[in-house]
């Protein structure tokens, strides 16, 4: 299995240090290399993206987001970037899922709250994607295996419909964190984010993790950068 994150943004006005640290509440600092990824999974021929992006240029100069020009990095890394079978929808956020439009061919992983959060106020083109007659859907309501190795769990901490994905590779468990996590430091540290709608339920992850020594990977920490075999200037092999 080759795992590689691929980082699509930078910058945002709400990425501060309370946004990402519950223990900074009242601190305005932003981030600056506050960062967004998605991430690309190839496993016995079968190519699998967690999250899409976004790609609405109007709506990143509102939030104060830099769209960054990766297709040549893509084609540099992978030539035509593949085919993706499926992809899994951590959150009905927009930065995470408003470019599933581009994949009309790919199954639909989500939990059942994201897919009614989507359904009823994401974009016409998210809603037509969900809303296709031929859409091969999977909805999950509490934690289901995919593909004999991808557990995707629904934790409800960041929202109400937050999800997770995780898998063993080696002696270690890999957990590609939604917005459960804004940072590794929130896992490796033991830190619950800011940002989120049910405390006792992000905190209950994040302990969770931690006393199991869970690797995080999270879509808006520049770190991942700097962590793992860097390819390009914004792509990364993670294994």
Same mark, same amino acid.
Request: charged share 25%.
């Given at each position: ?49 967690? $999250? ?75 809603? $037509? ?111």
């Amino acid at each position: 299995m080759k795992l590689y994150g691929i980082r699509f943004a930078k910058g945002f006005q709400y990425g501060t240090m309370e946004t990402v640290f519950c223990t900074q509440k009242g601190d305005h600092e932003r981030i600056p290399d506050f960062s967004f990824f998605y991430y690309l999974v190839e496993d016995e021929g079968k190519h699998l993206l967690i $999250d899409t992006g976004f790609r609405d240029e109007r709506l990143a100069a509102e939030m104060g987001v830099s769209l960054l020009s990766v297709e040549g990095e893509i084609r540099q890394v992978f030539g035509l970037f593949p085919e993706i079978d499926a992809i899994f929808l951590t959150h009905s956020h927009w930065d995470h899922i408003n470019n599933i439009d581009l994949y009309p061919n790919a199954r639909l992983i989500m939990s059942k709250l994201t897919y009614e959060q989507a359904v009823s106020e994401g974009t016409a083109a998210v809603r $037509d994607r969900l809303q296709e007659k031929k859409a091969l859907i999977s909805l999950v309501e509490e934690k289901e295996c995919f593909y004999d190795r991808f557990h995707f769990e629904v934790i409800g901490g960041h929202t109400p419909d937050s999800s997770v994905l995780h898998f063993q590779m080696g002696n270690a468990t890999y957990c590609i964190t939604g917005d459960e996590c804004y940072s590794c430091k929130n896992m490796e540290q033991n830190i619950p984010i800011g940002i989120r709608v049910c405390a006792e339920k992000n905190e209950r992850f994040i302990q969770k993790a931690y006393d199991k020594g869970w690797i995080p990977l999270p879509f808006h920490d520049a770190g991942v950068l700097k962590k793992y075999e860097r390819l390009t200037e914004n792509i990364v092999r993670i294994f």
